[in-house]
């Protein structure tokens, strides 16, 4: 579709078929539309600009809010009393802020 057909009602026929038609979440559907902005804001960018106008993008509400993080001195405590096998996993989780089934689940890597 051109930019030019971009319209509300698009963007929300849009929404809702990607939530209640494909089931994805709220925090994918807005990682989509802020995407989407971006290229629109890039394009009334350029000179001349590639569009005049953009239409009104809706956010969705998201509550994926992680939870379980550990301060420094509970990690090393984790750390210091978990065999040497599983160590590495706990240092590359609290390094990078990844849950534990995001990091068994990494393609190419046996940990265990």
Do not use: C
């Not at 030019?4 to 009602?9: A, D, I």
């Not at 590639?50 to 509550?63: F, V």
């Not at 420094?72 to 849950?99: C, M, N």
């Amino acid at each position: 579709m051109s930019v030019t057909e971009l319209t509300k009602p698009k963007i929300e026929d849009y929404i809702e078929k990607r939530l209640y038609g494909e089931g994805a979440e709220n925090d994918t559907v807005n990682r989509e539309l802020t995407a989407l902005e971006r290229m629109l804001s890039l394009g009334a960018k350029q000179i001349p600009p590639k569009i005049d106008t953009t239409p009104y993008i809706p956010m969705l509400a998201e509550n994926n809010t992680r939870k379980g993080f550990s301060e420094h001195g509970e990690y090393l405590v984790l750390k210091d009393a978990l065999p040497s096998y599983l160590k590495p996993i706990i240092a590359f989780g609290y390094k990078f802020g990844w849950r534990l089934g995001e990091i068994l689940d990494l393609p190419g890597i046996r940990w265990i």
